[in-house]
C-alpha cells in the first residue's frame, strides 16, 4: 500500500509489549468487496528459524483470552517488516493488531511483541 493510502484510510499504530524494541503502523480498508490490511513495521531480525506473524481480534491487544485471527508472516521489504493481506470478508469488529515472534508455524500465537487498537 502506498504511504498516501496509509494517510488517508484507518490506522493503528502498534508498540513494544515487553522488551522488544520496535514500532509499526497498521492500515485496513474495505472497499469494492476487497478487505486490505498493510503492516509496516521497524523490527531487529528474529532469531534464527523464527518469523514475525501478524494477527488480528475483537478484543484489546494484551487481553491474552481473546482468540486471535491470523493474517500471516511479515516479509522483509522496504528497510523493515511488512505484512499485506487482502481478503473479500470484511472484518469491522476486530479493531485490535498484534505481531508476535513465532518459531512454529501453527494456529496458536507464540510471544506477543507490539499491539495495538483502530479507533
Known amino acids: 500500500m502506498n504511504l498516501y493510502l496509509m494517510l488517508i484510510f484507518p490506522k493503528a499504530e502498534l508498540k513494544p509489549v ?8 497498521a492500515t485496513r480498508v474495505f472497499e469494492n468487496s476487497k478487505f486490505t490490511f498493510s503492516v509496516l513495521a521497524d523490527l531487529p531480525d528474529p532469531i534464527n528459524g523464527e518469523y514475525y506473524n501478524v494477527w488480528i481480534s475483537q ?3 494484551d487481553d491474552q483470552s481473546v482468540k486471535l485471527t491470523s493474517l500471516g508472516k511479515m516479509r522483509v521489504a522496504k528497510g523493515g517488516w511488512m505484512l499485506e493481506y487482502q481478503s473479500n470478508t470484511n472484518y ?23 499491539g495495538g487498537s483502530f479507533q
Open 18 to 25: 515487553g522488551d522488544v524494541i520496535g514500532t509499526a503502523l
Open 59 to 61: 478484543g484489546a491487544p
Open 92 to 114: 469491522p469488529d476486530y479493531n485490535s493488531v498484534v505481531v508476535t515472534q513465532e518459531s512454529v508455524s501453527d494456529s496458536k500465537p507464540e510471544t506477543r511483541i507490539l
